[in-house]
């Protein structure tokens, strides 16, 4: 039965007036005033009324030069599709071709054992119709892997498994299971093709840090301008808070952390999480289960991170504008992921920090805004 559109508008209405009741008791303000200030929001960055709240923005105490470094996501995309040509964006939205062309230009990526493709599986599951089969690219495994979709986002599809001698141990469910159980279960993926590598460790600093084993990346956003250089800002660390399988913060569905990382320094900022119930954002200054303080802890490799995403950015030319994934192991920076249409994360602008954050991010939206201007890469 189809909703009638009167009826649409009345739900998108009652819900907007609920938002709002709700930031005039959490920001101790008067409703019209928070009105006001998301119509402010809107004008500055595009945000509507969701997400603003969702993103910690509804504050009317916010200054306004923290909002200045935030856009809405709709207005991002738009200008991600004009510098990044239609015809390359599969080159890093597709993992499978990311990881090959890395590996052929020399850019260091996790191993990849192999690539399940459901579109070129017989029923005995073979790979990339090289024949081998799904069980035989599992007993080749010598440690632990991660099965991810080719084209997956936010983490969704992920799992890890760790090598034992009876199989494979799920560190999701914890189940163990038989190298022809976990076989046939990837084999029966007929929705996208898996993508089966290595699974990274983290520096022993970051591990200090959260007293996790998640990778934990940096995303490292760069512009490549029309003059060939390289601009960066708006980095941050993905920190985990727990054992999960991934580090990224999906919509607060993870409990995990972003803190702003000081592109000059290294130093994170204050890190920030989504608040309970899906609207706000918390500032954190310690984490919850080792205890440290968190703000100004300088991350490791950061220089060498920054020369891996500048490398990245030129080798993925004619894409203008990437944000690296990039995992901080014992052995240097790694490649993960490359996303061309890499997302706002407005809620650190939320977060009380030194300032570098807002500025690297006024300064890149800048660029963004002058580069998309003269240029169209077609969508």
């Known amino acids: 039965m189809k909703v009638q559109p009167q009826r649409l508008r009345f739900n998108r209405l009652w819900r907007a007036m609920s938002h709002f009741g ?10 019209w005033k928070v009105i006001a200030h998301l119509l402010n929001v809107y004008r500055m960055t595009g945000c509507r009324p969701y997400e603003a709240h969702h993103e910690g923005l509804s ?3 916010t200054p306004a030069g923290r909002l200045a470094g935030t856009i809405a996501k709709s207005r991002l995309l738009a200008l991600q599709l004009r510098l990044n040509p239609s015809s390359h964006r599969v080159l890093a939205m597709d993992k499978a071709i990311f990881y090959l062309l890395c590996g052929g230009v020399g850019l260091p990526v996790p191993r990849l054992y192999g690539v399940i493709d459901p579109g070129r599986q017989n029923l005995e599951g073979e790979v990339l119709g090289t024949g081998v089969s799904v069980k035989t690219l599992l007993q080749r495994v010598d440690g632990d892997i991660i099965v991810k979709p080719a084209r997956g986002v936010y983490g969704h599809g992920i799992n890890a498994y760790s090598r034992t001698p009876m199989g494979f141990l799920d560190r999701r469910s914890g189940e163990m299971l038989t190298v022809e159980s976990l076989a046939s279960s990837l084999s029966a993926n007929r929705t996208d093709r898996l993508i089966v590598q290595e699974r990274l460790r983290n520096h022993p600093e970051l591990t200090d840090l959260s007293g996790s084993e998640t990778l934990q990346t940096v995303r490292i956003r760069c512009l ?15 920190l985990a808070v727990g054992d999960q399988v991934v580090d ?3 919509g607060g569905r993870t409990g995990n952390f972003l803190a702003a990382v000081c592109l000059e320094t290294g130093r994170l900022c204050m890190p920030v999480a989504y608040s309970t119930g899906g609207l706000g954002v918390d500032a954190v200054d310690r984490h919850p289960r080792t205890g440290r303080f968190l703000p100004r802890f300088e991350v490791p490799l950061w220089t060498e991170a920054r020369a891996l995403a500048k490398s990245a950015s030129l080798a993925f030319l004619p894409l203008r504008t990437i944000g690296w994934d990039i995992g901080l192991t014992p052995e240097g920076p790694v490649l993960v992921e490359g996303n061309p249409y890499w997302d706002p994360a407005n809620l650190m602008a939320a977060a009380p920090n030194d300032g570098c954050y807002a500025e690297e991010m006024v300064a890149l939206l800048t660029l963004l805004r002058r580069e998309a201007r003269g240029n169209h890469a077609g969508v």
């Not at 930031?23 to 008067?30: F, P």
């Not at 301008?225 to 993905?238: A, Q």
Request: proline share 3%.
């Open 224 to 238: 490549v301008t029309s003059t060939g250089d390289v601009r960066m800002g708006g980095s941050f660390l993905k």
């Open 59 to 61: 504050d009317p105490a």
């Open 248 to 250: 990224n913060i999906d």
């Open 22 to 31: 709700w930031a005039s008791r959490r920001y101790r303000t008067s409703e």
